[in-house]
């Protein structure tokens, strides 16, 4: 990145993210400091000498770099001396959180808020998810299929309970505890649900891939994330299988006679 | 010392139902079962045989009267102790209410897990013994959908039979078997009497059991109208 900057130097200059959207690939790779592209911003003529690796997000379809002399000339309305964001360079070894703990509590003015790179992408990931109408339709979109998922493993469950109520009173009758009953259907419920997650995870899995390669988004399966919707699977199966283990009551092995 | 007996009955009442369509199904039942007998019930439909042997069975709670399974009171049985007592008894269902996806070897094995753990090689050898005395050696492994109704039966017999309990209560259990298999089962019944002690309480009109039988118990409107002891 750093000698593509120096591009930067010039006039009305700038570098492109080649992962923009719209962008066609093979125009992205003929932007070169020999053969630049020029472009129109704001009525202005832009020089593009080089590209770089970006992607688009949820605020924009892409990134261009410009140096701060040209970004004032493309917005007057900004004032040298107020930049939204300051990229600061800390020494090798140093950890930039604490760096950025201590410049916090260095500075009184707390409008200024001071966090390490790492920092700012959770903030900005918990304001996309939480804020934006995107991210609480997201969200709204996890907390429905969760419940549609509790309320078709119970279905299938209690359907597998009511067909085998005879079976379950006939344990009942041969002296099996209700812990051990009730077990069953848990032992159920956890199968299912291990079985639901191995396709699930897949399915997800290349659904991600193709929306990353689609929206240019950073969509991906972490290994944090399969655990945690395993986990969520395997809770969503127990309590299936908890509500569904209330059938059990009508297994009367009185009635087997 | 005598043997204890194994069940005592004294004014049994049972009702099914409330207020105007309560109904009487079981008026001042007073009967004592003797260890190692075969004793047979019979009586129209809706006489009262069922009502009694889930009743004695711990399989439904005591209304009114007394019942003493294994020298325990169940009127007021908690479920624990109904559960513990179960343990204790084999059941053979008319519908013979086998796991249809475990195998004959499998469900009989049933019999014996409700019971504290034994090695798996035990089990298997105590359950294939057991569906060898009734001719299913060559059925082990069958499931029971790919079973005959009287192999089923004979399977259902096994694992009532298989956890060696002190009293049977079957419900027409030859209803399904052909005439070879019947007296197999009969015989077999009739020995767990004589050599373990094994009391056997069945619903039957199968005359080829009401002939070997030591006592035959016959229900009528819920009341024990005759008691016959058969053999001396």
Redesign the interface.
């Known amino acids: 990145m750093v000698p593509k900057l120096a591009s930067l130097q010039l006039q009305d200059s700038g570098i492109l993210d080649r992962f923009s959207r719209g962008l066609p690939s093979e125009e992205a790779a003929a932007i070169r400091p020999q053969t630049p592209l020029k472009i129109e911003v704001t009525n202005k003529t832009l020089t593009l000498y080089d590209t770089f690796a970006g992607g688009g997000g949820f605020g924009g379809d892409g990134y261009m770099m410009v140096s701060d002399q040209t970004f004032l000339s493309l917005f007057p309305a900004r004032r040298s001396g107020a930049p939204d964001h300051i990229l600061l360079k800390v020494r090798p070894g140093a950890d930039p959180a604490v760096v950025a703990t201590r410049l916090q509590s260095l500075i009184s003015d707390k409008s200024l808020r001071i966090r390490s790179y790492t920092q700012a992408g959770t903030d900005e990931l918990s304001y996309q998810q939480t804020k934006r109408p995107t991210g609480i339709i997201f969200g709204f979109g996890v907390i429905i299929g969760v419940l549609v998922g509790i309320v078709i493993l119970y279905q299938v469950l209690s359907t597998d309970v009511a067909d085998h109520l005879s079976e379950y009173a006939t344990f009942k009758a041969m002296g099996y505890s209700q812990g051990f009953i009730l077990g069953i259907v848990f032992e159920q419920a956890a199968i299912l649900g291990i079985l639901g997650f191995l396709p699930g995870f897949i399915v997800a899995t290349a659904l991600l891939t193709g929306m990353a390669a689609a929206t240019t988004l950073p969509l991906m399966m972490t290994a944090s994330m399969a655990i945690m919707v395993f986990t969520g699977s395997l809770f969503a199966a127990a309590l299936s299988g908890a509500i569904a283990t209330r059938r059990l009551a009508a297994a009367d092995p009185a009635d087997l006679f | 010392m005598p043997d204890q007996a194994p069940i005592e009955i004294k004014a049994l009442n049972h009702w099914f139902g409330t207020n105007e369509a309560r109904k009487q199904a079981l008026a001042d039942i007073t009967l004592t079962l003797t260890k190692g007998s075969l004793t047979a019930l019979v009586g129209p439909s809706g006489s009262g045989k ?1 009502t009694l ?2 009743l004695m ?1 711990c ?2 709670d005591v209304q009114d009267g007394s019942i003493r399974l294994l020298s325990h009171e169940l009127h007021g049985a908690s ?1 624990s102790l109904s ?7 084999g ?1 053979i ?3 013979h ?1 086998l ?2 996806s475990l195998t004959a070897l499998q469900n009989v094995r ?2 014996l897990q ?1 019971h504290d753990p034994l090695p798996s090689a035990t089990e298997t050898q105590a359950a294939t013994h057991a569906l060898s005395l009734l001719g299913l050696a060559d059925r082990l492994h069958y499931l029971p959908a790919n079973l005959s109704g009287g192999q089923k039966q004979r399977v259902a017999i096994a694992r009532a039979l298989v956890g060696n309990p002190a009293i049977i209560f079957a ?1 027409e259990p030859t209803a399904a078997l052909d005439k070879d298999s019947a007296a197999t089962v009969i015989t077999l019944l009739k020995r767990l009497g004589t050599t373990r002690g094994t009391t056997t309480i069945l ?1 039957t009109h199968d005359p080829r059991i009401l002939d070997r039988a030591d006592r035959i118990l016959t229900l009528e409107d819920g009341r024990l109208t005759h008691d016959t002891a058969t053999t001396p």
Do not use: K, P, Y
């Open positions: 069922t042997l889930t069975g399989l439904r479920e559960t513990q007592l179960r343990r204790r008894l059941f269902f008319q519908a209410n796991h249809g049933m019999g409700v419900d619903v």
